[in-house]
């Protein structure tokens, strides 16, 4: 019999005992880490429902390396995309600094990623992580989705979400003036004045982004100096109608109650207050750990990132390991998050080894489970791009749900995967995507004026219109209070 369990100590010291085996190690590390006592026995967790190997939740470069190693290494690989597919790689236009690539656009780098673990196996669950429990084992990770997923080990990678102001107005004028993505957004500012906020890259990025379109572009710099990497700083000098201005912080958005209009900025060295006249504000101000899910679940440091333990990409729990922005304060690239990825991967392989996870167990839980997980995923949305079909699926279906994109629009791309997996949820209800490249009458019919764009009709008339990209979360609740 191979019946093995290992107990992992919390505090200074730590004792792993394999039953049955007859002897005691300890894992790598394990003496000067303060980690979560569980109990790990292969067999009883086995004998549960849903059981996979490796769960790990993100999709961006940190969670599809760490596939791409567990799924080659013929472990059962479950990816757990979120409530932004490909992370955010997908918002970036033009990227230089990923070896091999010369020059590539960010969601093209993660198209070719994804592709490449999807050779190897690996299962994408098109939800997002609801809730987690890591206090037993095999852990419990819930999805918005309702699907319950027991893993053995799981990796953390859910990067990091755009940082706001937290200014009056912000949120008043967001979808109206105020956004993070210029690449989405930028041809609705077409020969107006507006301005981006923050001094990083991302920030010269916007502002070329805008440039193309706009009347004029001004960087606002809360300190003396930009962040941005000199090289991408040199970017801007070609551009005439972009302009920088340092010692400069936003204090309110200002607007006439339906758009923006401008911003009150307070200059740092005098304190004064001067309104700028604006009708766009692009918020390029960093990112903060995506850890919602988790926080009370592993040790977080004081800036809300996934502590490390024991120079690996371990986390306060034995079993839970953690890759990219959700723990990296530090670096923030996207290469080094695809390295962690790998290093957790590694980590996750090693742990499973350690729980007595082998080809035998694989083979025992991955018949059952990962299929099971999958079924239910079929989406059920029509592509229309003429006015008259549109107007008779409309004048058909009581209730229709309708998804305005564009190719090149980043969070157009991103809702567009989880538009179609909210449709599989609800079988009464019309789903359609219109391709806005190619549908020009029935954006001039709907007044459509910013993407992505979505429009409920119910009894053929319009109900609701919601002017950006929704997560699942409240794509749902968006229908459901339509369809009450
Ligand atoms: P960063 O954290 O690098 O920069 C954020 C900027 O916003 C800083 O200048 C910061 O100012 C400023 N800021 C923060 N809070 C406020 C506030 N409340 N008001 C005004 N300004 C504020 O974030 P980025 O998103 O630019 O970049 C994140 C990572 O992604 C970086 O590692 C970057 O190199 C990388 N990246 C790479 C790209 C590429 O290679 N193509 C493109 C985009 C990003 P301060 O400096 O004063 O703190």
Same mark, same amino acid.
């Given at each position: 019999?191979?019946? &093995? ?29 303060? &980690?979560?006592? =569980? ?32 799924? +080659? ?76 997923? &027991? ?29 993070? %993505? ?18 990083? $890259? ?19 710099? &809360? ?50 207050? =001067? ?91 991955? +018949? ?38 564009? $190719?090149? %629009?980043?969070? %157009? ?37 910013? =993407? ?19 997560? +699942?979360?409240?794509? +749902? ?8």
């Amino acid at each position: 019999m191979n019946k &093995r369990s290992f107990i992992v100590g919390v505090g200074s010291f730590c004792v792993v005992a394999i039953t049955c085996a007859g002897f005691i190690f300890l894992p790598s590390g394990c003496k000067e880490s303060k &980690r979560l006592a =569980l109990r790990y026995d292969i067999q009883e967790a086995i004998k549960q429902e849903n059981v996979v190997p490796v769960v790990i939740i993100g999709s961006g470069p940190a969670g599809l390396a760490a596939s791409l190693y567990t799924a +080659r290494g013929n472990i059962d690989t479950v990816v757990i995309e979120g409530n932004k597919p490909g992370g955010l790689l997908t918002d970036t236009t033009e990227v230089e600094n990923w070896p091999g690539e010369k020059s590539i656009l960010g969601p093209n780098l993660v198209h070719k990623m994804k592709e490449q673990v999807a050779d190897f196996n690996v299962h994408f669950v098109s939800d997002a992580v609801s809730s987690v429990n890591f206090t037993r084992w095999p852990f419990t990770i819930k999805t918005e989705g309702d699907i319950t997923i &027991r893993a053995l080990s799981v990796i953390l990678a859910t990067g990091a979400k755009p940082r706001m102001l937290s200014v009056p107005g912000e949120q008043k004028y967001w979808g109206f003036g105020v956004t993070s %993505c210029a690449t989405c957004d930028a041809p609705f500012f077409k020969s107006e004045d507006v301005v981006v906020v923050g001094g990083g $890259d991302s920030a010269i990025e916007e502002a070329i982004q805008l440039a193309k379109y706009v009347n004029s572009v001004t960087i606002l710099v &809360r300190k003396d100096k930009m962040r941005a990497a000199a090289r991408m700083q040199d970017r801007i000098a070609g551009y005439s109608n972009i302009a920088v201005r340092y010692n400069v912080s936003v204090c309110e958005v200002i607007g006439d109650g339906l758009q923006v209009t401008g911003v009150r900025l307070v200059d740092a060295l005098t304190k004064e207050q =001067l309104v700028m006249p604006v009708s766009g504000v692009f918020l390029a101000i960093g990112h903060d750990p995506l850890t919602q899910v988790f926080k009370d679940h592993v040790d977080t440091c004081p800036m809300g990132h996934i502590k490390m333990f024991d120079r690996t990409q371990g986390t306060s729990v034995q079993g839970v390991f953690a890759a990219g922005d959700v723990e990296d304060h530090r670096y923030r690239q996207a290469i080094v998050a695809a390295g962690h990825g790998v290093s957790a991967a590694l980590d996750a392989i090693e742990f499973l080894h350690e729980v007595g996870f082998d080809q035998s167990v694989s083979q025992k839980i991955s +018949r059952k489970s990962v299929p099971a997980l999958l079924q239910g995923q079929q989406a059920h949305v029509v592509e229309i791009g003429d006015l008259a079909s549109f107007k008779e699926m409309i004048a058909l279906h009581p209730l229709v749900i309708v998804d305005f994109y564009a $190719d090149y %629009c980043p969070s %157009c791309m991103r809702m567009l995967p989880d538009f179609e997996a909210v449709s599989a949820e609800y079988k009464d209800i019309v789903f359609i995507k219109v391709d806005a490249n190619k549908a020009h009458a029935l954006l001039e019919e709907y007044s459509v004026h910013k =993407l992505p764009c979505i429009l409920a009709f119910k009894d053929g008339a319009l109900k609701a219109r919601f002017k950006d990209a929704m997560n +699942r979360k409240e794509l +749902r609740e968006f229908i459901q209070k339509i369809a009450e």
